[in-house]
């Protein structure tokens, strides 16, 4: 069983930057596959970005790449998500979402799933 959670969300200015934290615990860690999402009031969940289990893949949702960076550190069983220029349609709750890569996708259909950390980006 992988338990995550997430930190580092909190308030920024258009133009700033926060770092998330996904850390987790369980043995299988360092062979999952983590991702990002996120979920503003009254819409949808998202997807932001992916890792792979060695760091060797990653992907983004178009509305961040070039701008937030998806990393992992195995040995302290944490992913990363540094987000750069922030901008106000980046506020939401984000959450981490980990499985076997064959198991994940961007429709969030990963096993585990953190309680989330608020993102507040103003104007």
């Known amino acids: 069983q992988v338990q995550l959670v997430e930190s580092g969300g909190g308030l920024a200015q258009a133009g700033g930057s926060l770092r998330l934290s996904c850390a987790a615990s369980?043995?299988?860690?360092?062979?999952?596959?983590v991702g990002w999402f996120r979920q503003a009031p009254g819409k949808e969940r998202e997807f932001v970005a992916v890792i792979s289990w060695s760091g060797g893949t990653t992907l983004y949702a178009d509305s961040v790449k070039g701008r937030f960076t998806i990393s992992r550190v195995n040995a302290k069983n944490t992913v990363y998500l540094q987000m750069n220029s922030l901008k106000p349609e980046d506020t939401a709750v984000y959450y981490c979402n980990a499985d076997h890569w064959s198991d994940w996708d961007t429709r969030g259909t990963g096993k585990h799933w953190g309680q989330g950390t608020q993102v507040t980006v103003s104007s």
């Open positions: 369980g043995r299988t860690f360092s062979s999952y596959a």
